[in-house]
């Protein structure tokens, strides 16, 4: 399969791969397809970490195909264009994210909802139209189609965008959606981890008063001081969860852990919305009486399409909403995996490819 992956198209690419459900990484020889008229090539420089890469390392979604290259937080520099590309040129810094296809012929792909497609192609661990393989962003280049390459705006650092193009957008997108970027109204945040500190900055920038909802009492300093939340609610302390009952109008629930809805619910004012990022293994249960009475929603949202993942990228450059980072030199990643199992990191590693991955000798 490796030597496969090494003659399946005629560039050659270096990254770390994953052979197995141990998760661990190590050196990886295989190959890029050459740049297609409507291709854009790109130098990766950096690239972050998503919990998602740890899932799919492990195989704990049971979907992984190895080796896996993992990474879907991919920032470069254009090397090449192909000869119908229009919106990129040589030198331009790029950022690839989640997705690299769909059908674009579906009304989502119409509507510019590309991550909502039935047929989209994941940017890694996934198959092209082609039958070949997607391999991510821990490697040292990627081609990909120029309708799902993001262009990354001068005053954002390439190691600050990479998480932008996962983490970013997926809080970005319901804030926005469920029209909870309005000056002035009041949002909760569940989890205070790579999405739920992306949510805290990208709530404030909006103007929004935000309350950060958690079960760890020493975040709460961390949560006022330094992310800019205006309140932090401990969510097992029943007095505080009962003072603040019907005081928000959206919550961003970031957490992927098995967790009560009842209490959050609790929060919303009527016609709230408590819409869920996270993916936890097992189903939640949902009592409905606090809906009707209240007429309130629960919802989901999976990312972003490629115009809006645009949108938020100009977005924070223009107000600084940046995610902070770890970065780390690519063997230390299998390091990195660990500390991210036990939510070891503030708040998103990103790994430093451009001078730290060397093929092997």
């Known amino acids: 399969m490796a030597a496969q992956a090494e003659l399946e198209h005629p560039r050659k690419a270096f990254g770390w791969a994953v052979r197995d459900p141990s998760g661990f990484l190590s ?11 409507k291709d854009v090539a790109f130098k990766v420089l950096y690239c972050g970490i998503c919990h998602s890469d740890l899932h799919k390392a492990k195989n704990e979604w049971g979907t992984s195909t190895y080796p896996l290259v993992p990474g879907h937080e991919v920032t470069g520099v254009v090397t090449e264009v192909g000869s119908k590309v229009e919106k990129f040129k040589v030198g331009d810094k790029v950022g690839v994210g989640c997705l690299v296809d769909s059908c674009r012929s579906c009304q989502n792909c119409s509507d510019n909802l590309e991550n909502y497609c039935p047929q989209y192609t994941l940017t890694y661990d996934a198959k092209y139209k082609d039958g070949s393989i997607t391999y991510g962003g821990y490697s040292d280049s990627m081609v990909a189609d120029e309708h799902f390459v993001v262009r ?10 990479a998480p932008l193009l996962c983490a970013g957008i997926t809080v970005y997108s319901p ?14 945040v569940v989890g205070l981890g790579g999405l739920g500190h992306m949510a805290v900055k990208f709530a404030k920038a909006f103007g929004a008063n935000v309350t950060v909802i958690s079960t760890s009492p020493y975040k709460k300093e ?8 205006d309140s932090f609610l401990i969510s097992r302390d029943q007095d505080q969860m009962q003072a603040a009952k019907g005081t928000l109008d959206g919550i961003i629930d970031t957490v992927s852990g098995v967790h009560l809805l009842l209490p959050l619910i609790g929060l919303l004012k009527s016609h709230g919305k408590l819409v869920m990022l996270g993916a936890p293994e097992k189903p939640l249960e949902l009592p409905i009486f606090p ?4 007429r ?20 924070a450059a223009k107000h600084n909403v940046k995610p902070d980072i770890e970065v780390i030199p690519i063997d230390y990643v299998n390091t990195a ?16 490819i451009g001078n730290t991955l060397k093929p092997s000798p």
Not at 27 to 37: H, I, K, L, V
């Open 152 to 161: 990354i705006p001068d005053g954002l650092p390439l190691d600050a965008a």
């Open 291 to 294: 809906l009707l009475n209240g």
């Open 337 to 352: 995996m660990e500390r991210l199992q036990k939510a070891d990191v503030k708040y998103r590693f990103v790994i430093d």
């Open 27 to 37: 050196p990886f020889n295989f190959s890029r397809r050459e740049t297609g008229e």
């Open 175 to 188: 804030l926005r959606y469920f029209a909870l970027d309005k000056p002035g109204l009041h949002v909760g």
């Open 222 to 229: 961390e949560a006022i001081q330094h992310l800019g939340a």
């Open 296 to 315: 309130k929603i629960v919802a989901g949202s999976l990312i972003g399409g490629i115009k809006e993942t645009q949108e938020m990228i100009d977005f």
